[in-house]
Nanobody, 116 residues
Framework: QVQLVESGGGLVQIGGSLRLSCVAS????????IVWYRQTPGNQRERVAH???????NYADSVKGRFTISRDGTRNTVYLEMNNLKSEDSGVYYC??????????WGQGTQVTVSS
């Protein structure tokens, strides 16, 4: 099963930006889609965005126009560019594949904290 490692989180002020990275252990073009989720304490994971093997992005309504998902095949990496961050964007961000989601296997995630 492909291994994914998230990074790039941190503390940022409201209105700021961050870029998260998700590095895969194999060719990302062989994966049907890669999804970014986020989770806050006491809440279920929320899908934020995904990108298909064909490069088509899809976003949750809450992040449309602010977040951009992209990929770099030479680095087997999927990025999540987050702009105009709001306090409600805070949480632990995870990336995953359909197989990982189905088997409920998740990585460490990366913490994003948006403060005033």
């Amino acid at each position: 099963q492909v291994q994914l490692v998230e990074s790039g989180g941190g503390l940022v002020q409201i209105g700021g930006s961050l870029r998260l990275s998700c590095v895969a252990s194999e060719n990302i073009f062989n994966i049907n889609f890669i999804v970014w989720y986020r989770q806050t304490p006491g809440n279920q994971r929320e899908r934020v965005a995904h990108i298909t093997s064909g490069g088509f992005p899809n976003y949750a309504d809450s992040v449309k126009g602010r977040f951009t998902i992209s990929r770099d095949g030479t680095r087997n990496t999927v990025y999540l560019e987050m702009n105009n961050l709001k306090s409600e964007d805070s949480g632990v961000y995870y990336c995953n594949t359909p197989a990982g989601i189905a088997s409920d296997k998740w990585g460490q995630g990366t913490q994003v904290t948006v403060s005033s």
